[in-house]
T-cell receptor
Framework: GAVVSQHPSRVICKSGTSVKIECRSLDFQATTMFWYRQFPKQSLMLMATSNEGSKATYEQGVEKDKFLINHASLTLSTLTVTSAHPEDSSFYIC???????????FGSGTRLTVV | EDQVTQSPEALRLQEGESSSLNCSYTVSGLRGLFWYRQDPGKGPEFLFTLYSAGEEKEKERLKATLTKKESFLHITAPKPEDSATYLCASRGGSQGNLIFGKGTKLSVKP
């Protein structure tokens, strides 16, 4: 139980275009979704927290106009990277609090490459 | 500021050679210490949650322990399929999020 499905797993886009990443909770309702970014050999860094039906909370240094987060339902949260640039290339992972036994469940990640 | 530090950064073992990974944390009011396994290009896979000093949990060849300042992930007689990056995290963020260490990359050679 407590599965988060993340798509796409890999995406290559041209500089200046936008990319949308989706995370769906398959067997539970995710009122909160955390969005992380991971650079090579670095730890997962929290970018923003989305709560269903309200505006996302962004961590310091994360541009909210560049990384648009929508959490319109209890089973779907999306991250849109707008006007992507090569420095946005990274591994993006979503995560939702699940049960006490499972802690937090993670999506499988999206490898974004901006060329 | 809450911090999680893992050591070593990388660990190479021979199959069957037991060892331990360390996670030290400075968190005000620990609300859970988590261990995850992450394979290349994948999201973290949940292993254990520990809540209080002295607590221990086991799963196959892995055992996690917790003290007031550290957690250890003991790997007994590892196999090549145990090769992965092991992440330690504490729940201490202002949003209830996890704060991660940089991980220990474990390589087990046959």
């Amino acid at each position: 139980g407590a599965v988060v499905s993340q798509h796409p797993s890999r995406v290559i886009c041209k500089s200046g275009t936008s990319v949308k990443i989706e995370c769906r909770s398959l067997d539970f309702q995710a009122t909160t979704m955390f969005w992380y970014r991971q650079f090579p050999k670095q730890s997962l860094m929290l970018m923003a927290t989305s709560n269903e039906g309200s505006k996302a909370t962004y961590e310091q240094g994360v541009e909210k106009d560049k990384f648009l987060i929508n959490h319109a339902s209890l089973t779907l949260s999306t991250l849109t990277v707008t006007s992507a640039h090569p420095e946005d290339s990274s591994f993006y992972i979503c995560s939702a609090p699940a049960t006490v036994n499972y802690g937090y469940t993670f999506g499988s990640g999206t490898r974004l490459t901006v060329v | 500021e809450d911090q999680v530090t893992q050591s070593p950064e990388a660990l190479r073992l021979q199959e069957g050679e037991s060892s331990s990974l360390n996670c030290s944390y400075t968190v005000s009011g620990l609300r859970g210490l988590f261990w995850y396994r992450q394979d290349p290009g994948k999201g973290p896979e949940f292993l254990f949650t520990l809540y209080s000093a002295g607590e221990e949990k086991e799963k196959e060849r892995l055992k996690a322990t917790l003290t007031k300042k550290e957690s250890f992930l003991h790997i007994t007689a590892p196999k090549p399929e145990d090769s992965a990056t092991y992440l330690c995290a504490s729940r201490g963020g202002s949003q209830g999020n996890l704060i991660f260490g940089k991980g220990t990359k474990l390589s087990v050679k046959p």
